[in-house]
């Protein structure tokens, strides 16, 4: 019998302190740079506050998602620990044991075999490409994907060194924190499995955008070529969005809602346009969830997914497109039609 | 259908540089790889790295992605006939398990018909020079081809057994070091094992082996060979003695007080690739152990 992969239940943590672009922005003398929220519609984004880091946001993301969830901690089969910062007890990052492990011993999933994944903003999408394999072969039932990312310290080594609106590191000025979760399970349903398409990684254009340790401050730094790779990742995708309708026997059309990896309202608007010029068609609506979180690596599809799961926008049977874009540089396509986790989110009031 | 292992190379630093790049090296031991499978890059579909210890800690993007650049495998997708050629690549993190998690997702990829082949790579070294604590893992790489088989030859199980309750034995993460007065802060890197570790590592091995030959109905005496993680210090001589497998065990020579750590398994692979020992076994059992515990099997047939 064949299986397929559908999302259960999906959980989110929001750090503690809030932080608004105008507040970000007063810092630099540069004019243009105080226009950063009307370039990147980017208002305010969430930052950690004393005492959280990636460990806590994805514990508590994994608590979240198992609270909406109609399984138990130990019913889970794997664990994947998906984000690209893995600071454990402030800005200590940890390379042994996994994140995912610890993960396990805290929310007590005591039978789940756990391991890290790290594949830049593509990290949970990565994770869902490695879930939906071993579901689909029969290999487990149910495996909980968690990202905590703690990235806003990108903005604090921004701060001290931009000098002007070319800098590589003005990308790190739309960051945020974030946590989420999901749970994927096994489905005998075949009109509900995800269809998961295209993941390729462009590795030609892997130095675009680079993060790594910072060596004499704690956190790290990021630069990015953003304008380059906003092309790059725009044109290249246009074959593989393509490849992954044919596979669906769908159109863009019959897409309602198109979830792109957010970093900014313009760059998503100026893809969109792109893509209705090579396709001729454009989907429902184009989802931009941004302005009160940033951009959030690893975790923006999940929470955008989570925010419009709460406020109620999604009917059963819409079909979603997932799309990926980050440093590497990765693409890849998740299409799925929304099951009944419809109603299991958001109040009716 | 399973996964076989096409070839299999490693790479040390060349003689006089100690403090390598742990990327360059493992684009070496790939591109070694390739050309000794006389594979074109194109056709590698999957690129998995599951080194841990990376060149200046880098973040994003993956090393995976950094190595698929230096072995040229990045065709442009310019139409659908393309797209069957291109190569998706990320890391896993999973300490000295990382080997099998790798295999598996590679062996998963391949059962789908997604791909044809699939490469692993791992490497690892100090990621800032003379920045660590206690840093006793030698810099080394190793790169693994598998191909699609088209019997019951290859990979045929996969088991990971969980010791929650020894998370803490082994521990590595870096921490900022801030000497204050004139001096710049540093990001030290610390490693800290419990002097409990190994004897906890031999004997979470030992449970897990005997519940895997329970699971895979094979008996201790049809094994041909095992071939294990080299690390921690001193895990393998315990474990051949406990086990009672001295010819079958696959030991690397001594080299002081340094450890092969993710690329342990794959060195071990290559003294018995070479010396033919492994072609001509029927029942090889890959064993890794990383911090956790998490002790990985996985059953591969001749």
Same mark, same amino acid.
């Given at each position: 019998m064949g299986w397929n992969c559908q999302i259960e239940s999906i959980g989110v943590k929001s750090p503690g302190r809030r932080l608004s672009t105008s507040d970000l922005t007063g810092k630099f003398k540069i004019p243009c740079i105080r226009k950063l929220s009307l370039l990147t519609g980017i208002s305010e984004r969430k930052i950690c506050s004393a005492g959280e880091d990636s460990f806590s946001l994805a514990e508590d993301a994994a608590r979240n998602c198992l609270s909406y969830s109609k399984y138990r901690a130990d019913e889970l089969d794997m664990i994947i620990n998906c984000s690209i910062t893995k600071y454990k007890g402030g800005l200590s990052h940890l390379y042994e044991p996994s994140f995912s492990s610890l993960i396990r011993n805290r929310i007590g999933a005591r039978r789940a075999i756990t391991f890290d994944i790290s594949n830049a903003c593509a990290g949970m999408l990565t994770g869902v490409y490695i879930a939906d394999k071993f579901i689909r072969q029969g290999i487990i039932k149910t495996c909980m994907i968690v990202s905590g990312e703690y990235i806003s310290n990108l903005c604090d080594h921004a701060i001290k060194n931009i000098r002007t609106t070319l800098s590589s590191e003005l990308s790190s000025l739309t960051l945020g924190d974030y946590g989420t979760a999901a749970i994927l399970e096994r489905t005998a349903d075949e009109k509900n499995g995800l269809i998961v398409s295209g993941f390729t990684t462009l590795s030609q254009y892997s130095d675009l955008c680079t993060g790594r340790q910072n060596r004499n401050a704690p956190g790290g730094k990021m630069r990015t070529k953003a304008r380059k790779i906003h092309q790059a990742a725009v044109k290249e995708s246009v074959p593989i969005v393509k490849e992954a309708l044919r596979k669906c026997r769908l159109s863009l059309k019959d897409i309602k809602w198109l979830i792109p990896h957010q970093t900014s309202r313009s760059s998503i608007i100026s893809g969109a346009n792109h893509y209705f010029e090579c396709l001729g068609e454009k989907p429902g609506q184009i989802v931009i $969830?941004?302005?009160? $979180?940033?951009?959030t690596a690893s975790t923006t599809h999940f929470l955008a997914l989570y925010k419009y799961l709460n406020e109620r926008q999604f009917s059963e049977n819409d079909i979603v497109m997932l799309l990926c874009f980050a440093s590497g540089l990765i693409i890849g396509v998740v299409i799925f039609k929304m099951n009944e986790i419809v109603y299991r989110y958001g109040s009716t009031n | 259908m399973g996964a076989l292992i096409k070839m299999v190379s490693v790479a040390r630093p060349r003689i006089g540089f100690h403090h390598v790049n742990s990327i360059s090296l493992s684009a070496r031991a790939a591109i070694q790889c390739l050309s000794d499978a006389q594979i074109d890059p194109f056709t590698i579909g999957l690129l998995v790295n599951t080194g841990i210890y990376r060149h200046k800690n880098t973040g994003e993007p993956s090393i995976a992605a950094l190595i698929q650049k230096k072995i040229s495998a990045c065709k442009p997708v310019n139409n659908d006939s393309d797209k069957s050629e291109s190569t998706f690549s990320f890391d896993i993190n999973n300490g000295g398990c990382g080997f099998l998690t790798g295999i598996e997702i590679i062996h998963s990829a391949i059962s789908d018909g997604e791909i044809t082949y699939g490469m692993l790579v791992t490497g690892d070294s100090e990621p800032f020079h003379g920045l660590s604590e206690n840093f006793n893992i030698h810099p080394a790489a190793a790169a693994l081809i598998l191909e699609k088989s088209e019997n019951s030859t290859g990979f045929s199980l996969f088991r990971t057994y969980i010791f929650p309750e020894y998370s803490e034995e082994f521990v590595s993460c870096t921490f900022f070091h801030d000497p204050k007065w004139f001096r710049k802060g540093r990001n030290i890197l610390n490693i800290k094992q419990k002097e409990s570790y190994l004897d906890l590592c031999v004997n979470c091995s030992v449970e897990s082996f005997f519940n895997f030959l329970d699971e895979s109905g094979i008996d201790l005496d049809e094994i041909d060979l095992i071939i294990s993680s080299?690390?921690?210090?001193?895990f393998t001589g315990m474990l051949k003695k406990r086990l009672g497998l001295n010819g079958n065990f696959i030991e690397l020579e001594k080299t002081g007080e340094m450890i092969y750590h993710t690329a342990g398994p794959l060195f071990a692979l290559k003294k018995v690739w070479d010396d033919n020992r492994f072609r001509s076994s029927e029942n090889i059992i890959f064993l890794t152990i990383g911090s956790g515990i998490n002790v990985s099997l996985a059953l591969y047939k001749n």
């Open positions: $969830t941004l302005k009160e $979180t940033g951009n | 080299q690390s921690p210090i001193g």
